[in-house]
C-alpha cells in the first residue's frame, strides 16, 4: 500500500465532529484522511442549523413589524423575497466546501471525496481506493428517519427545502419535531399556509410541555396549524400537487398540499460503512461506544456526532465537544469523557423556544426536591418593547443546592437568555451566585435576577 494511503487516522464524515477531529489530531503531529461522499461541512454548515437561521432571520424581520403595527410602525408592502433571501443563503453556504477544505489542507490533513466503507479493521475503501488507518473516526452525521406509509417517497427532506427556489404555497409537514416546527414558522412568515402533522399527542416532546402549548397557539395566530394525535396513511399525487391521506379520532381525510416534508426525525447514518466488516457494533442509536468514545468492540474505532450512541443530544456544539475530546483520547491514549453538563437546546421559530438540562417530571421522578419558579414574561418591559405576547420562563431550583437543574424558555432572545443558564449550570453556581451579577440594562439577559 503507498506511503499516502497509510495514516495514523481516517476520519469517516466531513460535519462538524469529524472535521474538527482531523484538524486536532493533525496539529498533534498525526497523519490524518478524512472523506466524505458530500460536500464538506455536514448538516449544521451546509444543510441544517446555519443556513436555516438566515431563513428564519427574514421571518423574524416579517413578524417583528407586525407585532408592532399601530405601534409606530406601518408594514404594508413589506414581505420576504424568497429568491431574494435564498441567494442571501446562498452567499453563505455556496463558500463554506471549500474553506473547510481548505484549512483542512493547511493541516496537513489529506482530504477525499466519494462513498466509504470498511473492508475489514483498520481497512477503508474510498471509492475503489483502499487506505488503512491505524485508527478511525466514524463522524457520517444522520439522515431523514425512514418512514413507511404508501407515498413517503414522495416527501422531500430538510435539504430540498433549503434549497427550493420558489416556495411553495401549501406545505404540509409530517413530524411534530424541531425540523418542522422552524421551517413552518419560515414558511407562514413568507406567505405560505403551512400544516404540521404529528402522530403524537404533544409536539417537541422534549420542551416543556406548558412552554409547547403557548408556543403551538402562538404559531396557529401566524398561521402555522398543527395536527396533533394524527397519523399519515398515505401520501398521493393530486394534479399539480399531492394529497395526504390521514387519520385522526378515527376518521380518515385527505389534505390538498403542493409539498410535503419530512420533518419526523433522523437517524445515524451508518449503513453504508458496512461496519461490520470492521468488528464494531452499532445499534439504532449509532455506533456502540465507552462513555469516552471508543467502540466497545473494536478498540481501534471511536465516534463523535449524530453517528456515535452517547448521552448527548444531537446538536453541533455537542459534535464538536465530541470531536475534540475522540481526537485527543486517540493521541493520548487517554479515557477522557465528554461533559454534557449546561447543553442548552433551542427550537428557532418565532419566538424561540429554549431548554437546558432536566424537564420538570424527570427532576421529580430523579427525587430532586425542586422549586418551579414559573414567570409568564409576556408584560415584561424586555417584550413589551418588541410587541410579543407570547413568552414564559420555568424554572427548575433544586432546593436542597440552591442550584438550577433545568430551565425552559419561550420568548424573544431567551436562545442567548439560556446560554447563560447554561453556564451557570456548568459551574455549579448558586442561584444567590447567578443573582448577584449586574447586568447591562435595558437588556433580555438582565431579566435573569429577577426570574431567579
Known sequence: MSGDRDVDLIVLGAGMAGVT??????????????????????????????PKKILR???????????????????????????????????????MPQGIEDRLVHNGVLTLHGPARFTGPGYVDIDGDEYHGSHALVATGSRPR????????????ST????????????VFVGGGYISFEFAHIAARAGSVPIIIDRQERPLKGFDPDLVDRLVARGDEAGVQVLAATAVTAVERSGTGWRVGVERSGR????????????????PDLEPLE?????????????????????????AVYAAGDAAATEGMPLTPVAVAEGKVAASNM???????????????????IPELARVGLLEDQARQLGVDVDV????????????????????????????????????????????????????????????????????????????????
Open 146 to 157: 425512514p418512514l413507511d406509509f404508501p407515498g413517503h417517497e414522495h416527501l422531500v427532506d
Open 57 to 95: 432571520r427574514g421571518a423574524e424581520i416579517v413578524d417583528a413589524a407586525r407585532l408592532l403595527r399601530g405601534r409606530g410602525i406601518d408594514e404594508a408592502g413589506l414581505g420576504i423575497n424568497w429568491a431574494d433571501l435564498m441567494r442571501h443563503k446562498e452567499g453563505f453556504t455556496g463558500p
Open 252 to 267: 380518515r381525510e385527505w389534505i390538498e398540499a403542493d409539498l410535503v416534508v419530512h420533518g419526523a426525525g433522523r437517524v
Open 275 to 299: 461496519l461490520a466488516a470492521a468488528g464494531v457494533e452499532s445499534s439504532p442509536h449509532g455506533v456502540t461506544v465507552h462513555p469516552h468514545l471508543q467502540s466497545i468492540t473494536n478498540p
Open 160 to 171: 430540498v427545502f433549503l434549497d427550493l427556489e420558489v416556495l411553495p404555497s401549501r406545505i
Open 331 to 349: 493521541v493520548k491514549a487517554a479515557a477522557q469523557v465528554p461533559d454534557y453538563t449546561g447543553i442548552p437546546t433551542v427550537v428557532f421559530t
Open 373 to 452: 419558579r414559573f414567570t409568564d414574561t409576556s408584560a415584561w418591559y424586555s417584550n413589551y418593547r418588541v410587541g410579543e405576547h407570547t413568552a414564559a420562563v420555568k424554572i427548575l431550583i433544586d432546593r436542597a443546592h440552591d442550584r438550577i437543574v433545568g430551565a425552559h424558555l419561550l420568548g424573544p432572545e431567551y436562545a442567548e437568555l439560556v446560554n447563560i443558564i447554561g453556564l451557570a449550570m456548568k459551574l455549579g453556581l448558586t442561584t444567590r451566585q447567578v443573582k448577584s451579577m449586574t447586568a447591562a440594562y435595558p437588556t433580555v439577559g438582565s431579566d435573569l435576577g429577577s426570574l431567579l
Open 21 to 50: 477531529a482531523a484538524n486536532k489530531a493533525a496539529q498533534q503531529g498525526w497523519r490524518v484522511a478524512i472523506v466524505d461522499r458530500l460536500p464538506y461541512g455536514g448538516t449544521c454548515a451546509l444543510r441544517g442549523c446555519d
